[in-house]
């Protein structure tokens, strides 16, 4: 055993560098790589990690101090020491060096970000006899075996390629470049942002306030407040939801400048495992890399055997607000379909939803789908389930869509036909396999929990490598790949992702489902708070909704909550939080709730589950 003294490596042109971070503390173990401390200059920012194995003894720096090379960042107690990593350096002014002690410098290991070259100086490495103070009093820093670079093959120009910048690709792109690696981004499309900014998340949401905002001034017209009817100027509409998309997808252009990444617009395709060809036109330009990160992302499934006819659209289309649109059917019930059928209802179009399988939402439990399902039967002039389309003939007047199923109605005529059927990963478009990358038949690309493909310095993240396809999944992913991809030890360890359907009622859910329960044989158990009881809820003119929260009955831990109601999709989070943190429904019971809020249902449906609830007469069976 001995004690190792770990000092801040050369930092080449850089002296007196602050320190913006301390990871390491006092009493901890820390491994070889583990980040110590994180140096920042205004060119450039570094984690120093440690070179060796063992425990802190103390830590020497703190947050905000400003240091060069040689200053002592931490004394550590090892079991073994690597012979090949352990040099002296010289004492700096005010370290006072002990007998038996070691001193190790982090050069090699330093990850530097800047817009040129790296500047730590790879550490080459000499054992030293244990050092007393005197023998290594003031030796000039060139004199350190340290300085002498190691011999190496040509650098590739980017340490990592992004390919595709939807949330999961900028995500990694960003997270990869703040610790410290070169970075290209590439993309087929002038904006970053993806489905998500572009096509997806973001204009459907503004469309969808916008929806809630006429069928709120609607329903106060009951109780007193009557705004008229509303009048829609669509071309308004367009541009206010542009704005928003445009405010975003230009801070992330801004984002990436400010970290020095480089984005490349053109459609990049692998042409071997260590080079990309991003075409843009008739322009060519092969870009080398040492990881890439494939986050191409998915599009819209298609049916076949359609007829090629502008008014079938895809979301993408439907959220451009086409003009005259009287009568919308929509093929999917699924989250998508459902989103934009909400859209065009309360923008006064009549629309029909057809669905194959006999549930909306198929996936989600029954009893959180029955207020949505409710309310739009009532609303929109069919819901088909358990029914096939099974033609489209277009007309000079119209889309003649014809029926397949038991309950199949006769055919109709439609202004526009809605195909939300699901989307198709972008597997296909990247020459993955003159990478050697797997690609399977549908497209998809597998990884394992470091979002590594078989070919390990290749990651994959987001749409492309499956279910559940959705924005945060995408953007977690891409930071553990990043990290992974900049030697960090990180796997993709959430236990849950939540899943929300921004439909007018919201429903979210996360976790077990009772679907699942079933499927699996799992006996849990169940609280249930009905909002008719939440004061907020009557007070936003709305009882229909609900919040229930499924505990294993042995620990009473949060296994799975599904919430059905306006803001589901944000008060879902909770639940998310209380399962990853392993929450028993007294630690969500017991903490205090604000009041009137719908936060509290989540609350009550623990406390339902505990048997302490009084805002509800519950009957002790
Ligand atoms: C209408 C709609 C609403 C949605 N709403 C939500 C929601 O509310 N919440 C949610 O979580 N999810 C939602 N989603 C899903 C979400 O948009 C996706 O899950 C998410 O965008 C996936 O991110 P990604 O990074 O994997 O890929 P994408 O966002 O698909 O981005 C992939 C990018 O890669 C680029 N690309 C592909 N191939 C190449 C190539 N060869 N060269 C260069 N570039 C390439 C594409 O141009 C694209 O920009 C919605 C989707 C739609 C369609």
């Known amino acids: 055993m001995s004690i190792v003294e770990l000092r801040v490596p050369d930092l080449g042109d850089f002296k007196d560098v602050t320190v913006v971070d301390v990871m390491a503390r006092s009493g901890e173990r820390v491994s ?7 140096l920042e200059t205004d060119k450039a920012s570094m984690d120093v990690p440690a070179t060796v194995t063992g425990v802190i003894e103390r830590i020497h720096v703190k947050k905000g101090d400003r240091v060069s090379k040689g200053t002592l960042i931490a004394t550590v107690r090892t079991e073994e020491v690597e012979q ?3 040099v002296a350096v010289p004492e700096t002014a005010g370290d006072r060096e002990q007998p038996y002690v070691e001193t190790v410098t982090l050069g090699d290991e330093a990850r530097v970000r800047t817009s040129g070259t790296p500047k730590a100086a790879p550490a080459a490495a000499a054992k030293q006899p244990a050092a007393s103070p005197a023998a290594q009093p003031s030796a000039p820093a060139a004199e350190q075996p340290a300085a002498r670079p190691a011999k190496r093959a040509p650098e590739p120009a980017f340490d990592v390629v992004v390919l595709g910048a939807g949330p999961g690709g900028y995500t990694a792109a960003f997270r990869a470049a703040d610790l410290g690696l070169r970075v290209a981004l590439v993309e087929r499309s002038p904006t970053l942002g993806g489905v998500c900014l572009n096509v997806g998340c973001i204009p459907s949401k ?15 017209g009951a109780h007193g407040l009557g705004f008229g009817t ?13 704005q928003v998309v445009t405010r975003l997808t230009n801070s992330l252009s801004v984002l990436a400048r400010q970290r020095k990444v480089e984005v490349i617009q053109g459609l990049g395709q692998f042409v071997d495992a260590h080079h990309i060809e991003v075409a843009q ?10 990881h890439a990160i494939i986050a191409s ?3 819209a499934a298609r049916l076949p055997g359609l007829p090629d006819d502008p008014r079938i659209m895809d979301s993408t289309g439907a959220l451009e607000l086409p003009e005259k649109v009287k009568r919308l059917l929509v093929v ?36 959180l789908v029955r207020p949505l399902e409710k309310r739009i039967r009532a609303r929109y002039e069919q819901v088909l389930l358990g029914t096939r389309v099974s033609g489209i003939e277009p007309l000079r007047n119209g889309l003649r869509v014809s029926f397949a199923g038991d309950k199949a109605p006769e055919p109709h005529l439609y202004d526009r036909v809605l195909v939300a059927v699901g989307r198709v990963p972008n597997g296909r478009n990247i020459g993955a396999e003159r990478a050697g990358v797997n690609v399977d038949e549908r497209g998809y690309i597998h990884v394992d929990a470091q979002q590594r493909t078989n070919v390990e310095h290749i990651f994959a993240i987001g749409d492309v490598v499956g279910a559940p396809m959705l924005a945060h999944k995408a953007s977690h992913e891409g930071k553990v790949a990043a990290e992974v991809a900049a030697g960090l030890k990180r796997r993709f360890e959430a236990r849950v992702i939540p899943s929300v359907a921004y439909t007018d009622p919201e429903v979210a859910w996360v976790g077990l489902t009772e679907i699942e329960a079933k499927q699996k044989g799992i006996d849990c158990g169940k609280g249930k708070f009905p909002w008719l009881a939440s004061g907020r809820s009557l007070a936003l003119g709305r009882d229909d909704g609900f919040t229930k929260l499924l505990f294993d009955k042995e620990s009473h831990r949060v296994l799975g909550a599904g919430i059905v109601g306006p803001n589901a999709g944000d008060l879902i989070s909770e639940a998310a939080l209380a399962i990853e943190m392993g929450c028993d429904a007294a630690d969500i019971g017991l903490t205090i709730h604000p009041h009137p809020t719908l936060s509290e249902t989540v609350a009550f449906a623990a406390e339902a589950y505990e048997g302490t609830l009084t805002d509800l007469y519950m009957s002790k069976k």
Do not use: Q
Request: aromatic content about 4%.
């Open 32 to 38: 070889v790589e583990d980040a110590l401390i994180t």
């Open 84 to 86: 090949t990593t352990v």
């Open 206 to 220: 503004a469309l969808l306030h916008a929806a809630r905002v006429i069928e709120e001034a609607h329903s106060m």
């Open 230 to 242: 509303p009048s829609i100027d669509r071309n308004k509409l367009r541009t206010w939801t542009t």
């Open 281 to 290: 036109g008739a322009k060519r330009r092969v870009v080398d890399f040492k």
């Open 297 to 299: 992302g998915s599009e």
């Open 332 to 367: 999917g019930g699924g989250i998508i379909g459902l989103e934009m059928a909400c859209v065009y209802d309360a923008l006064g179009t009549k629309v029909t939803v057809v669905e194959l399988t006999d549930d909306l939402m198929p996936g989600c439990d029954r009893d």
